[in-house]
């Protein structure tokens, strides 16, 4: 398993974010502000990206989320990339750490 330092954050650090207000439209200020507020945030707290396999280190990272709070699983891409054998395989996977109370820590 393999922390990445360079991260899709690395874009809030650069001067690449220039261009990004330019996604939102000019009338959605809110939008914009929530934008540029997620980039101080990532600037002042980059979050850790860990590149490895899914079903492999997983179950670690969630007992080490586990210590400093309540851990969260979220995918928003993952699992469509998956064979369905495999979106089985991880609905198993976390089903069982619930059901033994690995994501509690």
């Not at 939102?24 to 990532?42: G, N």
Request: proline share 7%.
């Amino acid at each position: 398993m393999e922390v990445r330092t360079s991260t899709p954050s690395t874009y809030a650090t650069t001067t690449r974010w220039r261009g990004w207000p330019t996604l939102v439209w000019p009338e959605q200020q809110e939008r914009r502000d929530r934008l540029e507020r997620a980039v101080r945030i990532a600037r002042e707290e980059p979050p850790s990206i860990v590149k490895g396999d899914l079903f492999d280190a997983l179950p670690g990272l969630l007992a080490e989320a586990g210590r400093h709070g309540t851990p969260v699983v979220f995918h928003s891409a993952v699992i469509a990339y998956l064979e369905v054998a495999e979106r089985e395989r991880f609905h198993e996977l976390m089903t069982g750490l619930v059901a033994a109370g690995s994501a509690a820590g």
